[in-house]
């Protein structure tokens, strides 16, 4: 296992076009996490999944954003109508079950919008 | 809301040095866990150190420790005998137990510069 992918690995769109990232997990893990992260900023949480079931959403993740994770498996992240507030650095990780287990984070998708 | 805070923006240490990093947090918890990430140029966050905080040891991993002060909720990162590779972000991160399990809160990140 190659750890968490992500693809693509950069994404420049023009305002108002609607994007798509996909995650392909650690396969034993079960859960799944979705992140931003901005210039000079940490982290800030999304979403995520435990198995197929979309188990927390923040309030960052307004209507125009959705995510799945059909199967369990991989997820996608798709944003709709894109703003160019969107711009940001879109991480993934994934866990096992436990909170005393880590994320592993893949290497993220880079959004530009213009 | 839980809340992380890291003070210094910014850290520079000679290479073979040690540094400390700093983070404070808030929360009304008693069970929790404390994470210290790094995240090179190339961006991938990868796991430094985590600590339980039901544990009184401070947690160890080879050249990384951490001074877990839970009563003045002060988590702190050293790093010994630092090296070139050490130079990063690092990131002090919180996760609760409780209701929001899947929420990994980050503070905003201390730069490492380590100089040869």
């Known amino acids: 296992d190659t750890g968490v992918s992500q693809n693509p690995r950069h994404k420049i769109t023009k305002r108002g076009q609607n994007v798509t990232f996909r995650c392909d997990p650690i396969s034993e893990h079960n859960r799944l996490y979705w992140y931003r992260q901005t210039l000079g900023q940490g982290p800030e949480f999304l979403t995520y999944f435990q198995n197929e079931a979309q188990l927390e959403k923040s309030r960052l993740l307004s209507d125009r954003f959705s995510a799945e994770r059909p199967k369990g498996s991989f997820s996608t992240l798709e944003i709709q109508r894109t703003e160019q507030g969107d711009s940001a650095m879109y991480l993934c990780?994934?866990?096992?079950?436990?909170?005393?287990?880590?994320?592993?984070f893949g290497s993220g998708t880079r959004l530009t919008v213009v | 809301a839980q809340t992380v805070t890291q003070s210094q923006p910014e850290m520079s240490v000679q290479e073979a040095e040690t540094v400390t990093l700093s983070c404070t947090y808030d929360t009304s918890e008693s069970d929790y866990y404390l994470f210290w990430y790094k995240q090179p140029p190339s961006r991938q966050m990868i796991l430094v150190i985590r600590?339980?905080?039901?544990?009184?040891q401070n947690a160890t991993e080879n050249r990384f420790s951490v001074n877990f002060q839970k009563a003045a909720k002060s988590f702190s990162l050293k790093i010994s005998d630092s090296q070139l590779g050490d130079a990063a972000m690092y990131f002090c991160?919180?996760?609760?137990?409780?209701?929001?399990?899947?929420?990994?809160?980050f503070g905003k990140g201390t730069k490492l510069s380590v100089k040869p």
């Open positions: 991160a919180y996760r609760s137990l409780g209701g929001s399990q899947g929420n990994l809160i």
């Open positions: 600590q339980e905080a039901y544990k009184q």
């Open positions: 990780a994934s866990s096992s079950n436990g909170a005393n287990y880590g994320y592993t």
